[in-house]
Structure formats: structure tokens, C-alpha cells
């Protein structure tokens, strides 16, 4: 999944504003899926006498941030800044992976060369004066893991539910991925997973509960093929399990088809992100814990694709029907000469 929230205008203009020197330091936020200016401070002091003055009061331990703090050192560019990536224990995961996703894209737009240290905090102990001073004296020695993996390694302890998560970041096209997140099923969910497994029923539709961080049963009414259409949403992500009863080339079949309906654009990036973060979890839990065999998986974008035919073809593809005909390879070109003709001894005398 890419995401490359919209960074606004005002932030933009101060930011190239802040490199002259004027500001000590700049806060950052996402807010309605926009990187916004979420506050700023001038110099009063030096860049050690105004650090904990400025930053800790900032710092809400229920909300992530981007805090992008001056130092007095210069390099090349200017100014040298230290970056750091707030990001409390107790902010709901969610607003973690958007932060943790999103970090390439800051640093992209405020210019990594102005950038002398990079730090990763989730308690005031991490990012104070002290540990911005543990953090240099670190970085003078080999780290086994890198920054990002540090970042990556604190958002699985200390978020039980994120089994994996992986991402990728390149700085020249802010392209990030994050896959892996687990949300639990809910006790409806999982009764009626069973009841899929034992054939009791026929259909499940579940969504997450992005507040709980749960997944939760919609409802599982009986469906037939026919009624699919109307089962989908067009405005809100679902994942649904059908038991797709059929007939192939005189057997009948019962198949399990998992469908993940996505419709287009309409949905926040948030939804987006977390839907597809939490769909390969949920596959392996219900193919492992509840022994669904799952003959096929879609994702669409409309109801109105889950045809009778179009199910059909996605269970069963056509195979080609014919195969190429074994070809002799030919042999080498060119090293065996111009074929001879070998006479018997009888044949020789009648020639002469």
C-alpha cells in the first residue's frame, strides 16, 4: 500500500522559512490526512539551554508528532537539525503505523541534508536532553539494528496485536508499505467462522471496529449467489466468506471463496490502510485455527462484478486445451562439415 499524505502550503512556506535560523523548533502533525504546522518556537538561549523548555511541554502522550528541533552547529546547508519521531505507548496503533509511514516524507520535505541526527521516542526519557546525549554517544559505536528497525522493533513490543510489520521507505519517491497487523476477532466472529467451517451457514460479512482495534461479525444471513451484489457496501470497506455451491464438469461443489471489497477512493486512507494491513492475518487465522479451506480470493472494487460467471471463472479458470508439440532440438550448426557417403566393398568394384 502507498501513502503520500498531503503535505499543506502553510507548512511548506514555514519550513523553508525555518532554515535561516529563526526557529528553534517546529512540531509537526497529521490532521484530516494533511501534514499541518502543529506549533513552533523562536530561540531564546542555546540550542541545550532551550531543549527541555521547548520540547517537553509539546510532547502529548496520547498523540504522535514530528519534532524537528535546531542545534547552533552548521554544515554545508545550514543549519544543522535534529528529527525526532514522538510516538507514545499509549496512541492507538493505528495513528503509529500512519506516523511511522509517513516519517520518509517529512524528512524528504524539510531536506534530509539539514538533518545531523534522527531519534525515535515513546517516553519523555527517550527524547529529553539526556537522551538526545545517550543517542550521540550510540551512534559513535556499531548499532545492531538500524533506526528504522529500532522504530519497527518498539511498535511490536509495546502493540501486542502487531505480529509484523514491515516497511518500506525510499526517500526519493515516498513510496511506504505496511503489511501485517492483527486485529483480534470478536466472539460473534469466531462462532461464526465455525459454524462456516461445519457448513451451518453460507455467508460472513466482517469489518473492523477501528476504535476497539477488533474485528466483528456484520452479519452472516443466508446468501445465494445472486444476492452477492447487494450483500457489498459502496462506501465502506468489508470482508466477506461465501460458500459458493456449484456444479463443475458434473461434480458438485461446495468451495469457500474469500472476497475483500474495497470500493475505490471513496475511503479514507486510514481505512484503506488498515483493511489491507489486517487481511492476510485474518486469512491465516481462518485457514489455520478454523480449517477453512479457501478455494479462491478476490478483491474488488464493486459488488456488481460477483457474477454468477464471474465466480465461476475465478474458481475454475480455463486451461489451454492444447500443448506444443514436443520439437527435436537441432544440433549444433556448423562443426560437423558436409555429409559423406560411405561405399561397401561390392559396390566400389562395379564403379571402377
Given at each position: 500500500m502507498?501513502l503520500?499524505l498531503?503535505?499543506?502550503?502553510e507548512l511548506?512556506e ?8 529563526a ?5 509537526v502533525?497529521i ?7 502543529g506549533a513552533?518556537r523562536e530561540p ?10 521547548f520540547?517537553?511541554?509539546l510532547?502529548d ?5 514530528y ?5 547552533d ?5 545550514g543549519?544543522?537539525w535534529?528529527?525526532?519521531s ?5 496512541s492507538p496503533?493505528?495513528q503509529?503505523m500512519?506516523?511511522?509511514?509517513t ?10 541534508g539539514h538533518v545531523?541526527?534522527?531519534m525515535f ?7 529529553c536532553?539526556?537522551g ?6 550510540s ?5 545492531p539494528l538500524?533506526?528504522a ?13 502487531v505480529k ?7 526517500v526519493e519517491?515516498?513510496?511506504q508499505?505496511?503489511q501485517g497487523?492483527a486485529?483480534p476477532?470478536q466472539e ?16 460472513i460479512q466482517?469489518?473492523?471496529?477501528v476504535?476497539?482495534?477488533?474485528i466483528e461479525?456484520?452479519h452472516?444471513?443466508p446468501?445465494?449467489?445472486?444476492d452477492l451484489?447487494?450483500?457489498?457496501p459502496?462506501?465502506?470497506p468489508?470482508y466477506?466468506f461465501?460458500l459458493?455451491?456449484?456444479?463443475h ?5 461446495e468451495?469457500?471463496?474469500f472476497i475483500y471489497?474495497?470500493?475505490?477512493y471513496?475511503?479514507s486512507?486510514?481505512?484503506?490502510m488498515l483493511y489491507?494491513?489486517?487481511k492476510?492475518r485474518l486469512?491465516e487465522?481462518a485457514e489455520?485455527d478454523?480449517?477453512?479451506?479457501i478455494?479462491k480470493?478476490?478483491e474488488i472494487?464493486?459488488g456488481d ?7 465461476y471463472?475465478e474458481v475454475h479458470?480455463?486451461?489451454?486445451a492444447?500443448?506444443q508439440?514436443f520439437?527435436?532440438?537441432r544440433?549444433?550448426?556448423g562443426?560437423?562439415?558436409h555429409?559423406?557417403?560411405i561405399?561397401?566393398p561390392?559396390e566400389?568394384?562395379q564403379d571402377?
Amino acid at each position: 500500500m502507498f501513502l503520500a499524505l498531503v503535505v499543506t502550503p502553510e507548512l511548506r512556506e514555514f519550513l523553508a522559512r525555518a532554515k535561516g535560523g529563526a526557529v528553534r523548533l517546529i512540531k509537526v502533525r497529521i490532521q484530516d490526512e494533511q501534514l499541518v504546522l502543529g506549533a513552533y518556537r523562536e530561540p531564546e538561549k542555546s540550542w541545550d539551554q532551550d531543549y527541555d523548555h521547548f520540547l517537553l511541554p509539546l510532547l502529548d502522550d496520547q498523540e504522535p508528532c514530528y519534532i524537528l528541533y535546531r542545534l547552533d552547529s552548521q554544515n554545508a546547508q545550514g543549519y544543522e537539525w535534529i528529527f525526532i519521531s514522538w510516538s507514545p505507548d499509549q496512541s492507538p496503533v493505528k495513528q503509529k503505523m500512519l506516523y511511522a509511514a509517513t516519517r520518509a516524507t517529512v524528512k524528504k520535505e524539510f531536506g534530509g541534508g539539514h538533518v545531523k541526527y534522527e531519534m525515535f521516542g515513546t517516553a519523555e526519557e527517550d527524547v529529553c536532553l539526556i537522551g538526545y546525549q545517550c543517542h550521540v554517544s550510540s551512534c559513535s559505536g556499531p548499532a545492531p539494528l538500524t533506526l528504522a528497525e529500532q522504530e519497527l522493533q518498539r511498535i511490536k513490543i509495546t502493540e501486542g496485536r502487531v505480529k509484523q510489520v514491515k516497511t518500506e521507505i525510499s526517500v526519493e519517491n515516498k513510496h511506504q508499505t505496511l503489511q501485517g497487523l492483527a486485529f483480534p476477532l470478536q466472539e460473534t466472529a469466531k462462532r461464526a467462522l465455525q459454524q462456516l467451517a461445519q457448513k451451518r451457514i453460507n455467508y460472513i460479512q466482517l469489518r473492523l471496529d477501528v476504535e476497539k482495534e477488533t474485528i466483528e461479525l456484520v452479519h452472516s444471513n443466508p446468501t445465494e449467489t445472486r444476492d452477492l451484489p447487494r450483500r457489498v457496501p459502496k462506501d465502506t470497506p468489508r470482508y466477506h466468506f461465501f460458500l459458493y455451491k456449484h456444479s463443475h464438469e458434473g461434480d458438485y461443489l461446495e468451495s469457500v471463496v474469500f472476497i475483500y471489497s474495497m470500493p475505490g477512493y471513496s475511503c479514507s486512507i486510514k481505512e484503506r490502510m488498515l483493511y489491507s494491513s489486517c487481511k492476510s492475518r485474518l486469512l491465516e487465522e481462518a485457514e489455520k485455527d478454523y480449517h477453512l479451506e479457501i478455494a479462491k480470493k478476490l478483491e474488488i472494487d464493486d459488488g456488481d462484478e460477483l457474477t454468477a460467471e464471474f465466480l465461476y471463472e475465478e474458481v475454475h479458470p480455463k486451461q489451454h486445451a492444447h500443448k506444443q508439440a514436443f520439437a527435436k532440438p537441432r544440433g549444433p550448426a556448423g562443426k560437423r562439415g558436409h555429409k559423406r557417403l560411405i561405399k561397401g566393398p561390392g559396390e566400389t568394384k562395379q564403379d571402377s
